[in-house]
T-cell receptor, first 116, second 113 residues
């Protein structure tokens, strides 16, 4: 009964391909996030959704398109993959934090993307 | 903009040594402060948090106190174990920012037997 799960765990692909990463949470949370961790382990937020509505879009190239079919799922689709997209992508969820910022975020295990 | 700065790693300690990892922040208003830990090959887990000035967060022997006067949230543990080897991230979440976590660069801790 994993709280936040992501698939796939590893993704190796060629430049120019399109790929998707899926995330699901069973914690009953309203808010979900995508973070990117680079090779130096620096973490930066990409997107967040609250009840299927986009809340944060942190100047991410529009090749990245998140989709939230319901509040338990947040998927990330990446078009025309580039070498610089190689990273670990983490999904997270929390209770609604629309403006408070105090809620704990629960992270998935990560998807390790390597673009060749 | 808001930011978090942590001490550079890696930090290498012997088992039972005292640990301090420094963290300072820049933010307007009163952010919530967090320490997350990442074990090798895993996602991040919350270690502790504090949501207002002078709050002390604690968990598994780790402690950190929210010091507004010095804009700091240093992580401490009195006696580290080999199992504490991991990367530690200090983070803040500001009011009115949709829950966005802003992370420090992470500090890798290695504890030797």
């Amino acid at each position: 009964d994993t709280a936040v799960s992501q698939t796939p765990k590893y993704l190796v692909t060629q430049m120019g391909n399109d790929k998707s990463i899926k995330c699901e949470q069973n914690l009953g949370h309203d808010t979900m996030y995508w973070y990117k961790q680079d090779s130096k382990k620096f973490l930066k937020i990409m997107f967040s959704y609250n009840n299927k509505e986009l809340i944060i879009n942190e100047t991410v190239p529009n090749r990245f398109s998140p989709k939230s079919p319901d509040k338990a799922h947040l998927n990330l689709h990446i078009n025309s993959l580039e070498l610089g997209d190689s990273a670990v992508y983490f999904c997270a969820s929390s209770h609604s934090t629309l403006w408070g910022g105090r809620e704990t975020q629960y992270f998935g295990p990560g998807t390790r993307l390597l673009v060749l | 903009g808001d930011s978090v700065t942590q001490m550079e790693g890696p930090v290498t300690l012997s088992e039972e040594a005292f640990l301090t990892i420094n963290c300072t922040y820049t933010a307007t208003g009163y952010p919530s402060l967090f320490w997350y830990v990442q074990y090798p090959g895993e996602g991040l887990q919350l270690l502790l948090k504090a949501t207002k000035a002078d709050d002390k967060g604690s968990n598994k022997g780790f402690e950190a106190t929210y010091r507004k006067e010095t804009t700091s949230f240093h992580l401490e543990k009195g006696s580290v174990q080999v199992s504490d080897s991991a990367v530690y991230f200090c983070a803040l979440s500001a009011y009115n920012q949709g829950g966005k976590l802003i992370f420090g660069q992470g500090t890798e801790l290695s504890v030797k037997p």
